[in-house]
């Protein structure tokens, strides 16, 4: 375990679903990350948040909603998803600003069907 | 063996020998890197780090060197074992910036 916690670990969800991922952190950390991972693809940041504030967020389709209500605790609402959105989720923590760097989750393998 | 990061992403290396894993950063203002490791099935977990004002740093078996002339980063991983198997992501930031930007990622295979 790294200290950021992320479930579920897998999730299969039709296009007209409504899902949620979730993200747990008790490193103390004041900053939390949405990553979307796809094969052969960058990691590709989707949200920040800083002191529970949105700070970013990089043109994610509004099919993707993230709530932070607290420091410690990060979602990732899902609806009305595309089979192109299956991929890894990541979720990870830091100090703001990330001077030390990330601690990640083990992420959602998410599919969509 | 070694790679060129973004833009030979496999690399395969043979049980106990070296392997260098390369990474060219864009950002000149970029003063701490990092190296991150991916196993399957897991997130990337954090291997080592070094900031601009070192140019070497070693940890067990892994060893950072930085070339901020020419703004490249690579690892090297000392008699590497099938455990070493995995994707690396490089990362950079700078000082006050709030994200980190990560690499393309170079998958290392090691063949028994």
């Known amino acids: 375990e790294t200290g950021v916690t992320q479930t579920p670990r897998h999730l299969v969800m039709g296009m007209t679903n409504k899902k949620s991922l979730k993200c747990e952190q008790h490193?103390?950390?004041?900053?939390m990350y949405w990553y979307k991972q796809s094969a052969k693809k960058p990691l590709e940041l989707m949200f920040v948040?800083?002191?529970?504030?949105?700070?970013e967020n990089n043109s994610v389709p509004s099919r993707f909603s993230p709530e932070c209500p607290n420091s410690s605790h990060l979602f990732l609402h899902l609806h009305t998803l595309q089979p192109e959105d299956s991929a890894l989720y990541l979720c990870?923590?830091?100090?703001?600003?990330?001077?030390?760097?990330?601690?990640f989750g083990s992420g959602t393998r998410l599919t969509v069907v | 063996g070694e790679s060129v990061g973004l833009h030979l992403p496999t690399l395969s290396v043979q049980e106990g020998d070296n392997s260098i894993i390369n990474c060219a950063y864009s950002?000149?203002?970029?003063?701490?890197f990092i190296w991150y490791k991916q196993e399957s099935g897991k997130g990337p977990q954090f291997i080592i780090d070094i900031r601009s004002n070192m140019d070497k740093r070693q940890g067990q078996r892994v060893t950072v060197l930085l070339n901020k002339t020419v703004k490249h980063l690579s690892l090297q991983i000392a008699a590497t074992q099938p455990g070493d198997s995995a994707v690396y992501f490089c990362a950079e930031t700078f000082q006050g910036a709030q994200k980190l930007v990560f690499g393309q990622g170079t998958r290392l295979t090691i063949n028994p």
């Open positions: 948040y800083s002191l529970e504030e949105r700070v």
């Open positions: 490193l103390g950390h004041n900053a």
């Open positions: 990870a923590s830091s100090q703001d600003p990330p001077n030390y760097g990330y601690t």
């Open positions: 950002n000149s203002a970029s003063d701490y």
